[in-house]
């Protein structure tokens, strides 16, 4: 499983993230990539052609044996020489995550599962290497059955509610179309089956809130005013209830539901919530120490920890008080995780001052997770399969080792630093470009001259290399070769090759959908349609006045727009999504003003349409599109490399004149 971060906005969070990484989705926020296509949430023999994905018995029930059987032909995973099946089991309350080795028999890949009593639904995907199909948007999943045949009570509500909280590698619910659906599902089994309401009130104010606004919150009071009352309440639902009673209609509710939810758990997540908004209040760093250490007292919640002390630690080594960042860490050594001293210690590496100070800690760091190790394979996260969750620790260790290596390296020990850094890069499979030059460095710097030159070209073939490793091929080419002699034509060679395997990567991953019809108006209230740009390629960025990173990829953008100004092949268009704001016509006029930005901006209507129908994961996202209408290809976020950025973008627009 190959990790790569990202810079992507999802629905109003931005993040910084490894891809396969992301959990505790509730915790941070409703992430992209949310979900299954809930409309298509039917009995297993009808949901997938049996072609791809079928099971027995085709009314599967909970507590019995069921065979599933996938065949891959014509999928990304039709060659694979051996498949797992990660299947996510639906149980209010006890959700997990697991995993089957699957069986080759005839062409056609089985495994059995025995599921229990309480299950509800499973959602599947299957996985060799870095590979993986989910059906795309649509998702395999099973709904389960009772002994007539009948799908129990809640198993669509659960299935839904497990999805957009969960996890999004199994299917994708983005459109309002989809999520409609789920927002029916949930009220259904709600109303029909109240004993669920506990388990699915957060999804489903949730998604009130989210598609119908103003008129969603009004809903959400009516029904805090009229199951406030109710004394059986779990600490779930008075949660969920509380989130809402800023509303001046349940202000007088507050109190009260609020000290029911203290009697029944006074350490939910609702009271750190309120705690943490106070941090931001906070001056003074002593007394920031003293409130994360009171938060670790209180809360079992490594997250908002983890976040605290990194905004503790930015502070200190931006105002240069490393003396008081260390003296913190030191006494706070209970609660300050390998990972904020990994993180620490790449703060140092930025100064030499720091050189040695950081190898202190990213020493210590990997020390911790290296004892830690076995406790955190066992118990495994219920959201994560022990595959999953072995490979991600597999994959924290490794940067926790190319961070040390590197301080190694800085602080003069080589040799040492080699041996840290070629066990990273095995760890973190060769996707971390700064660890990959850490380790050529490394290769360097020990007279490891002809394995330099082995590693360093597949790094670049890869394209996996950082612009630094070039310098550092060409001095490991001179060392090996012996002299300069033909090292110009070898470079070119390989950055042709290189280039030739990044273009067939982003061939694989071209699209071939029909991009939905659309009418929007532009800043100067002119109509524009998909239908103005036929003949000549479009590209479509969506992005929001809010999005950090879209604001972060406008200088680029700016550039690229300009140097294909006389290209009559090709034309952009920047639609604005997601923008609710009041004046939002002026506030973007505003914005691109302030910039001097030569974009041509169309609005996307009050309920994100266009958004939605070209199912946009996050923000920014850009949509190619062919000159017969045609979806090509679609880039998601912003990584911050213009060179690359620039040089994928002319390569996908050269696949489809």
């Not at 949930?186 to 957060?202: M, S, V, W, Y």
């Not at 890869?462 to 001095?475: A, D, F, I, Q």
């Not at 006045?545 to 006389?566: D, G, I, M, Y």
Request: hydrophobic fraction near 35%; charged fraction near 30%; aromatic fraction near 10%.
């Amino acid at each position: 499983m190959v990790f790569k971060t990202a810079l992507v906005y999802y629905f109003g969070v931005c993040k910084v993230f490894y891809v396969e990484e992301e959990e505790n989705m509730r915790k941070i926020c409703m992430i992209g990539l949310m979900s299954i296509m809930v409309l298509s949430i039917i009995a297993c023999k009808d949901q997938v052609s049996a072609e791809r994905f079928s099971c027995e018995p085709k009314n599967p029930e909970p507590g019995k044996t069921i065979e599933i059987y996938y065949n891959p032909s014509g999928t990304a995973l039709q060659d694979a020489g051996s498949i797992e099946m990660a299947y996510y089991v639906c149980i209010p309350g006890a959700n997990d995550a697991r995993s089957s080795e699957m069986k080759k028999l005839n062409g056609i890949w089985t495994t059995a599962i025995n599921l229990e009593e309480t299950a509800l639904a499973v959602a599947f995907r299957f996985v060799s290497g870095d590979k993986n199909d989910s059906n795309g948007d649509k998702g395999y999943t099973i709904l389960l059955n009772d002994k007539d045949g009948n799908i129990l009570p809640g198993a669509k509500g659960a299935l839904s509610d497990l999805l957009i909280n969960w996890r999004g590698d199994v299917g994708v619910i983005r459109t309002r179309v989809m999520k409609t659906a789920a927002l029916q599902n949930i009220k259904e089994d709600i109303k029909a089956h109240p004993e669920f309401r506990k388990f699915f009130l957060g999804t489903y104010y949730y998604l009130l809130k989210d598609l119908k606004v103003e008129e969603g919150v009004k809903e959400i009071v009516a029904d805090v005013k009229k199951n406030a009352g109710n004394k059986n309440l779990s600490a779930n639902e008075l949660s969920a209830m509380l989130a809402y009673c800023e509303d001046p209609e349940l202000q007088d509710m507050a109190p009260a539901l609020r000290q029911r939810l203290m009697e029944k758990n006074p350490r939910d997540e609702f009271f750190l919530e309120e705690k943490v908004k106070d941090y931001s209040e906070i001056t003074d760093p002593l007394l920031k120490e003293k409130f994360i250490n009171d938060i670790s007292k209180s809360y079992n919640t490594d997250d908002y920890i983890y976040f605290l002390q990194t905004s503790l630690l930015d502070e200190y080594v931006k105002n240069r008080k490393i003396a008081n960042a260390v003296k913190y860490l030191k006494s706070a050594d209970s609660i300050a995780g390998p990972s904020i001293k990994e993180y620490f210690s790449s703060l140092l590496l930025k100064n030499p001052k720091d050189y040695n100070t950081a190898l202190y800690f990213s020493s210590a760091a990997v020390a911790q997770i290296q004892k830690e190790i076995k406790d955190r394979i066992e118990p495994k996260p219920a959201n994560r399969t022990r595959t999953e969750w072995k490979e991600q620790v597999d994959y924290e260790l490794g940067k926790m080792l190319g961070t040390y290596g590197k301080a190694l390296l800085l602080n003069g020990k080589k040799n040492d630093a080699l041996k840290t850094l070629e066990r990273s890069t095995a760890l973190t499979g060769s996707a971390d470009e700064t660890i990959n030059e850490y380790y050529t460095k490394a290769l360097v710097e020990t007279g490891n001259f002809p394995k330099a030159l082995v590693v360093t070209e597949k790094f670049i073939l890869n394209g996996n290399s950082t612009p630094e490793m070039n310098s550092l091929l060409k001095r490991a080419h001179i060392k090996t070769k012996g002299s300069e002699a033909g090292f110009d034509k070898y470079f070119t060679d390989l950055e042709t090759k290189a280039k030739a395997n990044r273009a067939s990567k982003i061939k694989s991953e071209m699209l071939d959908m029909k991009a939905p019809e659309f009418t929007l108006e532009d800043m100067q209230g002119k109509k524009i349609s998909l239908k103005n740009f036929r003949g000549k390629s479009l590209v479509i960025d969506f992005w929001a006045t809010w999005c950090p990173p879209c604001r972060a990829s406008f200088p680029f953008l700016k550039k690229l727009v300009e140097s294909r100004k006389n290209d009559d092949s090709v034309s952009f268009i920047f639609i604005n999504t997601r923008d609710h704001e009041q004046l939002r016509k002026e506030r973007v006029a505003k914005f691109l003003k302030d910039n001097q930005y030569p974009f041509h901006v169309l609005l996307d209507n009050d309920i994100d349409k266009t958004n939605d129908e070209f199912v946009i994961p996050g923000l920014p996202t850009k949509v190619f599109i062919d000159k017969n209408g045609v979806i090509r290809y679609m880039m998601i976020g912003w990584e911050g490399e213009e060179e690359k950025e620039m040089e994928k973008i002319t390569t996908i627009l050269d696949l489809i004149k």
